[in-house]
Every structure is written in structure tokens, then in C-alpha cells.
């Protein structure tokens, strides 16, 4: 699947629920809400990966490919909920990066 692929699935998703958030409380989240939801599954990654290592008491571990996959959605909504395209958002920090450690 393509980065452009992923989002579009990634907004249909989301259309879906947006819908949901409606019918439970009467309005969409807003895209700082959003933002709080994607922190918020980041920080149980990092849980999960310490829990992964023996470090943190846990028996979700097998969460993690799945809360991975949920945080990469949660970068496409926010990135296609403020007007940029998810694909050029990630295709442009490769550059960048790649850029800056030809230079090294």
C-alpha cells in the first residue's frame, strides 16, 4: 500500500468515526483532539516496547504492531486534517534526512 493509499483508507476510516463521535457526543473531535488521542496511543507504544524488553509490567505486549499501525493512522488524519498530504509530509523528512547525514 502506498503512503497516498494508507491515507485516503486512513480518512475513510475516520469519516466512520467521526460519525460515532456524533452519535456519542453530539460533535467530531476537533484536530486537537486528535492530537491528544495520537499522544496518548505514542505513549502505550513506549510502554509496550519497555514492557517488550522486561522493563515494564505488561501482558499487552502483543498491542504493539497494532498500536504502531494505529499511531501511523493517527499521523495521516492529523497531517490530512491540516491541509497536508500525509505522503509529502513523509516523503519530504526522508529527503531532509537523508540530506543531512550525506553531509556528515
Known sequence: MTLQETAEKTMDIRKIYHALEKEMHRKEWTSEEDALAFLTDAALIG???????GRWPSSEESMLPSKIGECVWWLAVLAEENGLSFADCVETFL?????FLKQE
Do not use: P, Y
Open 95 to 99: 529527503k531532509e534526512k537523508e540530506g
Open 47 to 53: 510502554r509496550l516496547v519497555m514492557a517488550k524488553e
